[in-house]
Structure formats: structure tokens, C-alpha cells
């Protein structure tokens, strides 16, 4: 069974704070993504990456930042968290053309 | 640009009974695929169905069938003998078919609660 994890179910952060959520996918895949999801608004691509060190802009990617230093982890950066980035976030993986397959999600408040 | 419209932001069945959940798309390509996907209270999404538009034939799983109107661009995911287990966010996603990044469309999700 393909597995994907994140690093925390919930993360309280302050305002100001630089926060890291982690993901890590067990199935060698090429392609992994971070969404942002909130009630009514869906899932909303925030960053993806296709390899290792490459990175696209998805569409909403103001105030995040990513990194992708080996093929099994991608990381999604809040430079300086902020209380309009609370929300429930999702990370994704898939092989080429196929299946996406997601985390459980980490809840992020930030106060 | 390619988007996803699912109109019904909750709905609800009793248990046993039949439920349809409507999705409507708009896009400009002619070979894509489209999937339902299910999000339970835990959180975790999982794909329910998924449906190549180049297949006339409707996809079906079990007790999850589809009714895929390509000239209409109409995606409806029919869930028959609804059990509770079956309560969950349900989003209706669109992919391109070329192209291998696999980046996903998705709309803003139907809640669906099963009834005892």
C-alpha cells in the first residue's frame, strides 16, 4: 500500500513564526503537491513538484515556500506564519499520470 | 482554464437508499480524466472512482457507479444501499491526460451524511 505522512495531525503556531510541514511518500513517486483546504473553498494547490529540486507555483502560493531535497520528502514553508494561513493542509503523490494519493493532513492554527 | 462546479454543498440519505452527486466541468481538451474522491470525518482522502473520457462506458465500483455526460460535461457519482460508513466529503477532480505532472482540479465538495 502506498503511504503518505505528515509530519503532525494539528500545529498551533504564534503570528510571526516560521513553520515547516513536513510530507513523506514510501512509493518512489516523481510528483508531489501541497494543498490548502478550507470549508467551501475546496482544495486549492498551493505548490508542486515534479523531481527532485524542482518546484512550480500552483495557485495559490503567496506566503509559502517549498523545498524538495530528496524524492520522498516535500516540505511546505510558512516564512512568517499568519492568521489568515489557518486551515487544514494536504499533501499528494502520484506516479506519473496516475493516482493522486494523500496524507491525513495537519490542521494549522495560528494565533 | 479548466474548472469543477459540484452545486450541492451538503446532502443527505437514509441508509439503504440511493444518492446522486452532481459535478459539471468545462474544459477545452478532449482526452482527460475525471475522479470522485472521498474524504471521511478522519480526514483522509481516498479515490472512489475514476473515469477516462475517452471510455463511453460509465465506470463502476462496486456500490459507487458514475453517469459521465461528456457533450453535457456532466460527472454524477451514484452511491446505491448507502451505508453509514459512506459519510463523508465527496469532491468531483478533473486531470488533463497529457502531461505528467497528474495536477488535479478539484471542486469545492459535497457533504454527504448517511442516516440510520
Known amino acids: 500500500d502506498v503511504k503518505v505522512t505528515q509530519s503532525s495531525r494539528y500545529l498551533v503556531k504564534r503570528t510571526g513564526e516560521k513553520v515547516f510541514l513536513e510530507c513523506v511518500q514510501d512509493m518512489d513517486h516523481e510528483n508531489m503537491f501541497w494543498y490548502r483546504q478550507d470549508p467551501g473553498l475546496g482544495l486549492r494547490l498551493i505548490y508542486f513538484s515534479y523531481d527532485v529540486k524542482m518546484k512550480e507555483k500552483g495557485d495559490i502560493p503567496e506566503g509559502y515556500s517549498v523545498s524538495r531535497e530528496k524524492k520522498e520528502r516535500f516540505s511546505l514553508i510558512l516564512e512568517s506564519a499568519s492568521t489568515n494561513q489557518t486551515s487544514m493542509y494536504l499533501c499528494?503523490?502520484?506516479?506519473?499520470?496516475?493516482?493522486?494519493?494523500f496524507g491525513p493532513g495537519t490542521r494549522l492554527t495560528v494565533l | 482554464a479548466q474548472t469543477v462546479t459540484q452545486s450541492q454543498p451538503e446532502m443527505s440519505v437514509q441508509e439503504a437508499e440511493t444518492v446522486t452527486l452532481s459535478c459539471t466541468y468545462d474544459?477545452?481538451?478532449?482526452?482527460?480524466?475525471l475522479f470522485w474522491y472521498k474524504q471521511p470525518p478522519s480526514r483522509q482522502m481516498i479515490l472512489v472512482i475514476r473515469?477516462?473520457?475517452?471510455?463511453?462506458q460509465n465506470a463502476t465500483e462496486n456500490r459507487f457507479s458514475v453517469n459521465f455526460q461528456k457533450a453535457a460535461k456532466s460527472f454524477s457519482l451514484k452511491i446505491s444501499d448507502s451505508q453509514l460508513g459512506d459519510t463523508a466529503m465527496y469532491f468531483c477532480?478533473?486531470?488533463?491526460?497529457?502531461?505528467?505532472?497528474?495536477?488535479?482540479?478539484f471542486g469545492k465538495g459535497t457533504k454527504l451524511s448517511v442516516k440510520p
Open positions: 474544459t477545452s481538451e478532449n482526452n482527460y480524466y
Open positions: 473515469q477516462e473520457a475517452y471510455k463511453q
Open positions: 499528494a503523490s502520484t506516479q506519473r499520470g496516475g493516482e493522486q494519493f
Open positions: 477532480a478533473f486531470r488533463t491526460y497529457g502531461g505528467s505532472q497528474g495536477n488535479l482540479i
